[in-house]
């Protein structure tokens, strides 16, 4: 009789512990799941600002000596930095890297801040070896490095990346020329479409 009420014990108890595991896995992956929407969430709302910048060239460098340019022309070129969020973008620095080149990045760090919602003309200087530089036959990757009121940030083809951890992703052995560059007098604009990206 014992026996008997053991296996009718077990019996009873061995659906009940599958019951219990098959609930303790889906609450896991529930738990799981949930984390992975908080840490999304806390990766939007860290990126509705800096979503909310860009950059282009308005005008790429000038036709140097390898493009049947006099030798030591001067060679302007101009950026456009947007930034329409609510917060200014502050310690901005533009690298340019060319791809599959021999020559190093050009650093050239902006001496002024871009305002919330606005749109700035950038010129940046002629460096040593910029016939060299320029005329790497496979283009030039543009990145722009800023910080807004919650982190620091790199802007590159590849999309927006957080850079807090490591404030200039290239060694002074890697950078040949450093510049500063300046703003276009009177050429700043109003950026539309202003706000938080979120």
């Keep these: ?6 296996l009718l ?8 512990l599958g019951v219990a595991v098959v609930t303790y ?14 840490q999304l969430e806390r990766e939007r709302y860290a990126r509705r ?7 282009w060239w308005e005008s790429p460098p000038l036709p140097g000596p390898l493009y049947g340019g006099r030798p030591g022309q001067m060679r302007e070129s101009r950026i456009k930095v947007q ?5 200014p973008i502050t310690r901005m620095a533009l690298l340019v890297k060319p791809y599959g080149g021999s020559f190093g990045v050009r650093d050239y760090r902006l001496t002024v801040d871009a305002p919330p919602c606005s749109v700035l003309t950038i010129a940046l200087p002629a460096l040593i070896d910029d016939d060299a ?14 910080a807004d009121t919650t982190h620091r940030w790199v802007l590159r083809e590849g999309g927006l990346e957080d850079d807090s951890e490591q404030y200039h992703r290239y ?3 890697d950078i040949q020329n450093m510049a500063w560059a300046s703003e276009v ?7 539309a479409d202003c706000g938080e990206g979120l």
């Design 185 to 191: 007098p009177d050429t700043r604009e109003a950026a």
């Design 1 to 6: 009789m014992q026996a008997c009420s053991a």
């Design 133 to 146: 530089f320029w005329g790497e036959r496979h283009g030039h990757e543009l990145m722009l490095e800023f």
């Design 9 to 16: 014990a077990m019996a009873v108890a061995l659906p009940a």
């Design 171 to 173: 060694s002074v052995f």
């Design 83 to 87: 930034n329409r969020s609510p917060v």
């Design 25 to 38: 896995r889906d609450q896991q992956e529930i738990n799981r799941s949930q984390l992975e929407m908080a």
């Design 49 to 55: 600002y800096a979503s909310r910048v860009a950059f």
